[in-house]
C-alpha cells in the first residue's frame, strides 16, 4: 500500500523566515496530494492541494510543489506568523483512492 | 451550514467493554471516513463508508467495525477495548467517492480506556 513520509518531524524557524515541509511517497499512481493544518486541540483543516497534473500551486503565502519523478512534495510558507505554530499533515491518494497520511509536523514560530 | 459534528466529545471505558461513536457529515456528503489519532502516531485510517457500504478498511482488527446509515451518518464501533485504544477518533466527511474529493474533518471523539 501507500506509504507517505514526512521530514523533518519537528521545525522551528524564526517569524517572518520561511519554512519548507517535505514529504514523500510510495505509490507511482497516487494523483492527489492535499496538506492539512491542526492547531492545538482543533481538528485538521485543509490549507491547500495539489493534483498530479500540476508542479506547483500557490495560495498568498502558501505554496505546494510536486515532483512525480522523484515523488515527493513540499509545503513552502512564506513570512511565517506565529499563528502558523501548527501540525501540518500530508498526504496522498494511491491506486484504491485511499488517503494515506504522513506522521505529521510539529511547526513552531518563534516571536 | 453545519459542519462535521461528532458525538460524544469525551468518552471514558474500562478495559473490554464496547464503545460507540457517532459521526454525521456535512449534508450532501455522501462518503464518511473514520481515523484514529494517537499521540505521535499521525492520523490512521480505520474505515470509508460511501452510500451506506464499506469501501475500505485500514490494517486494523475485526474489533473495529461500523456502519454507515440512509442518511449517511455513521457509527463506529470498538468492542473488548483495549488500553492502547486510548487516542481521539476523527470523522471526515467529503462529497463522494474516492480521496479525490476534499475530507472536511469533525472536532473528534477522544477515547480513554482505562
Known amino acids: 500500500g501507500e506509504n507517505v513520509e514526512q521530514h523533518p518531524s519537528t521545525l522551528s524557524v524564526q517569524e517572518g523566515d520561511s519554512a519548507v515541509i517535505k514529504c514523500t511517497y510510495s505509490d507511482s499512481a497516487s494523483n492527489y496530494f492535499p496538506w492539512y493544518k491542526q492547531e492545538l486541540g482543533k481538528r485538521p483543516q485543509l490549507i491547500i492541494d495539489?493534483?498530479?497534473?500540476?508542479g506547483e500551486k500557490k495560495d498568498q503565502r502558501i505554496a505546494v510543489t510536486l515532483n512525480k519523478t522523484a515523488k515527493h512534495f513540499s509545503l513552502h510558507i512564506t513570512e511565517t506568523q506565529p499563528e502558523d505554530s501548527a501540525v501540518y499533515f500530508c498526504?496522498?491518494?494511491?491506486?484504491?483512492?485511499?488517503?494515506?497520511f504522513g506522521k505529521g509536523i510539529t511547526l513552531s514560530v518563534r516571536p | 451550514e453545519a459542519g462535521v459534528t461528532q458525538s460524544p466529545t469525551h468518552l471514558i471505558k474500562t478495559r473490554g467493554q464496547q464503545a460507540t461513536l457517532r459521526c454525521s457529515p456535512i449534508s450532501g456528503h455522501t462518503s464518511v471516513y473514520w481515523y484514529q489519532q494517537a499521540l505521535g502516531l499521525g492520523l490512521q485510517f480505520l474505515l470509508w463508508y460511501d452510500e451506506g457500504e464499506e469501501r475500505n478498511r485500514g490494517n486494523f482488527p475485526p474489533r473495529f467495525s461500523g456502519r454507515q446509515f440512509p442518511n449517511y451518518s455513521s457509527e463506529l464501533n470498538v468492542n473488548a477495548l483495549e488500553l492502547e485504544d486510548s487516542a481521539l477518533y476523527l470523522c471526515?466527511?467529503?462529497?463522494?467517492?474516492?480521496?479525490?474529493?476534499?475530507?472536511?474533518f469533525g472536532a473528534g471523539t477522544r477515547l480513554s480506556v482505562l
Open positions: 498526504a496522498a491518494t494511491g491506486a484504491n483512492s485511499k488517503l494515506t
Open positions: 471526515a466527511s467529503s462529497l463522494g467517492q474516492g480521496a479525490k474529493n476534499i475530507q472536511y
Open positions: 495539489i493534483r498530479s497534473n500540476v
